[in-house]
């Protein structure tokens, strides 16, 4: 196949250059053309996600044990740039996380040299005319000192991390990345900014 031998031929840094700008259903369209492409996408998701995480001080195995673990996802703009890649870096962290594991999702972040910021509020507290109908138990932040970077922690009010990322009003907050995958409730609509 002479897209294959193509392929073969390009330098790795343009197909990681390039790779960098390709949205979650091209790569799973990539994926599915041969074996060897999916290991190449799963390498390339996996450089994107360290990349995006850098800037939080978090190892990318350290995060994805402590989101096991603690069954929690992450969600917000970091999300929306690994789905439906834009180029611009979010400024912080949101993880979600069920309500009885906040504690334990904190503790892991506050060994990592994490401080508590208290009283902090993040807008907007309520999604519904209703308050209360958010999902939302609470929001932490928590702020590095020497990164300057800061994680949202959205605690949900029930025993799934997912309620919060579902009640929300817009298509571009429903992508989560979690322990085990990437996720992505529209990819459509996110894609095409709808």
Request: hydrophobic share 40%; proline share 8%; net charge negative.
């Amino acid at each position: 196949n002479p897209f294959f031998i193509g392929w073969r031929k390009l330098p790795n840094e343009l197909k990681e250059h390039v790779f960098g700008f390709i949205s979650l259903s091209d790569v799973i369209s990539f994926a599915d053309v041969a074996l060897s492409f999916r290991h190449y996408a799963v390498k390339c998701l996996r450089h994107r996600l360290t990349l995006l995480i850098e800037p939080y001080a978090l190892p990318l195995y350290s995060l994805l044990l402590v989101l096991d673990r603690s069954n929690s996802v992450i969600g917000g703009s970091l999300a929306l740039e690994l789905v439906h890649p834009t180029g611009l870096i979010p400024n912080n962290l949101d993880l979600y996380c069920p309500n009885q594991e906040a504690d334990d999702l904190c503790g892991f972040l506050l060994s990592q040299v994490y401080d508590p910021v208290p009283d902090t509020i993040v807008y907007p507290l309520i999604v519904d005319d209703t308050p209360g109908r958010n999902c939302i138990e609470a929001v932490r932040t928590l702020h590095h000192p020497v990164k300057g970077s800061t994680i949202h922690i959205i605690i949900s009010d029930s025993s799934s991390a997912l309620p919060p990322i579902y009640s929300v009003h817009s298509t571009f907050l429903m992508n989560f990345v979690s322990a085990n995958g990437i996720y992505s409730c529209y990819p459509s609509l996110t894609e095409r900014n709808i």
